[in-house]
Every structure is written in C-alpha cells, then in structure tokens.
DNA sequence: AGAGTGACTATGC
DNA sequence: CGCATAGCCACTC
C-alpha cells in the first residue's frame, strides 16, 4: 500500500461496515460490496481487510466469503489465527469453513439498515 | 493511460 | 458445492 491519502473512501467504509459485524456472527465480502453500492467489488473487500490487517479494531476474521470459507487465513499473522479467533467467538469452524454459516450469516444491507 | 492483480461471485458441468 | 471459466471493480506500477 501507498498510504498515500487521499482516496481510501472505500477502505473506510468497509472498515465501518466489519467493525459493525456482532461477535460470534460472520459475512461475506459480496455482502458488504453490496452493501457500499459495489456490488461487483467483493474483491475490492477483501483487499480492503488486508489494508486493515494493521488496525486490529477490525475484525477481519469475520469476514469469509460467499461459502463460508476462511479464504483470507492465509493473510493473517499465524495460519490458524483467524480461526482460532472465530472460535473464540463461539463460531465452528472446521477446515477452514464456518459451520452454520447460513445462521451466522450477517447482512449489513438488511441487520443494520 | 494501459496492463497487471486480487481475502470474490455467478454460471455451467 | 466438486472443478473450470468468465466477469467484475478498485488499486498499483
């Protein structure tokens, strides 16, 4: 990252989004997209979280994508930190997946209106 | 300004 | 949702 100011309007607002996410519930990157109006930019969220690795007020870990899937593990500290975190929270998680992920699921769009 | 890239998603088999 | 493809948007060089 350039940290170069000026234009992380969408960073911000997927950080505002995530912190916003209740503990021991979880939800998708296309979720929050659409939630800002991208729709097409889950992408663009996820990148988003890796620019927020730094600021540890953001739970990233509990942000999966549209399966589920702790796809971003890779990008936290340990291999197993973002799990473990998840866990913590009273949420399954088992290879890498969320278990009742359709129950935990979080819509911004529709839970935070 | 063009090309490359990515923590994704939808669709098809 | 197993694997493969294509489309997608914002960002960086």
Redesign the pocket.
């Known amino acids: 990252?350039?940290?170069?100011q000026g234009?992380?309007?969408?960073?911000e607002d997927v950080y505002e989004v995530v912190r916003l996410i209740p503990e021991g519930r979880v939800t998708?990157?296309?979720?929050i997209?659409s939630y800002l109006g991208?729709?097409?930019?889950?992408?663009?969220?996820?990148?988003a979280?890796?620019a927020?690795?730094p600021f540890t007020a953001i739970p990233?870990?509990r942000?999966?994508?549209?399966?589920?899937?702790?796809?971003?593990?890779?990008?936290?500290e340990a291999g197993n930190a973002?799990q473990e975190r998840l866990e913590k929270e009273g949420v399954k998680v088992v290879k890498d997946q969320v278990q009742d992920?359709e129950k935990l699921f979080w819509d911004p769009a529709k839970e935070l209106l």
């Open positions: 990252m350039a940290e170069k234009k992380k309007n969408f960073f998708s990157y296309g979720a997209a991208s729709k097409g930019s889950a992408r663009m969220v996820g990148w979280l890796i927020s690795q990233a870990h942000v999966v994508n549209r399966i589920g899937m702790l796809t971003g593990k890779q990008h936290f973002m992920f």
